[in-house]
C-alpha cells in the first residue's frame, strides 16, 4: 500500500524565466562510452548524428524561489567540425564553459594565470566537474522542431 496523501503537490513545468540568474550544481548523467581516463569510464555519450562524443548534463538550482527546478544540456567534448587545425570547435566552446564554472566556483579571477589559479583548472577527468556548483545566467531557446517544446539553457557562467 501507498499513501499519497503526504506526497508534496506537483511542480509547475513551466520553464525557468529567460535571463535568471541562479546558483546551480552540474551533475553528469554516464551515457556509456569511455573518456579519456579511467576516471571517465562510461562517462561520455555518442551522437546520434555525428562522430562527436557529449557530456550529458543536468543542472539543478540550488538557492531562491527556484529551488530544485532543473534543466539539461550536452556538451562536445570530442568530433564533430574541426578548425584549420583538427581541433573540435564544440570542444573549444565547451572546454571554455567548463573553465568558467571553475572559475565561479572557486572565486578565480578568469584573467588569473599565476600558478596556484592554474593548478585549480586541471582535472584528473571531466568526471570531476561532476557536482560543481556555480553561478549561471539560464535562457530559453526556442525549439526548431514543432513536435518539441522551448527548453532552459546555460546562457553563460558568471
Not at 68 to 86: A, I
Amino acid at each position: 500500500m501507498y499513501d499519497m496523501n503526504d506526497a508534496e503537490p506537483q511542480r509547475s513545468s513551466d520553464l525557468i524565466p529567460d535571463g535568471t540568474f541562479a546558483k546551480v550544481t552540474m551533475a553528469i548523467r554516464k551515457g556509456g562510452v569511455d573518456g579519456a581516463g579511467e576516471i571517465d569510464k562510461g562517462l561520455l555519450k555518442a551522437s546520434q548524428s555525428s562522430d562527436a562524443m557529449m557530456l550529458d548534463c543536468e543542472f539543478t538550482v540550488t538557492e531562491g524561489p527556484l529551488i530544485r527546478r532543473k534543466f539539461w544540456q550536452m556538451f562536445t567534448v570530442q568530433g564533430g567540425k574541426v578548425d584549420e587545425n583538427g581541433v573540435s570547435i564544440a570542444w573549444k566552446i565547451s572546454k571554455s564553459t567548463f573553465r568558467a564554472m571553475i572559475d565561479s566556483a572557486l572565486g578565480l579571477d578568469p584573467q588569473d594565470m599565476g600558478e596556484a589559479a592554474k593548478q585549480k583548472r586541471v582535472l584528473r577527468g571531466l568526471a570531476d566537474l561532476s557536482g560543481i556548483a556555480f553561478v549561471a545566467k539560464i535562457r530559453i531557446e526556442a525549439s526548431e522542431d514543432s513536435r518539441y517544446g522551448d527548453q532552459n539553457r546555460l546562457d553563460r557562467v558568471v
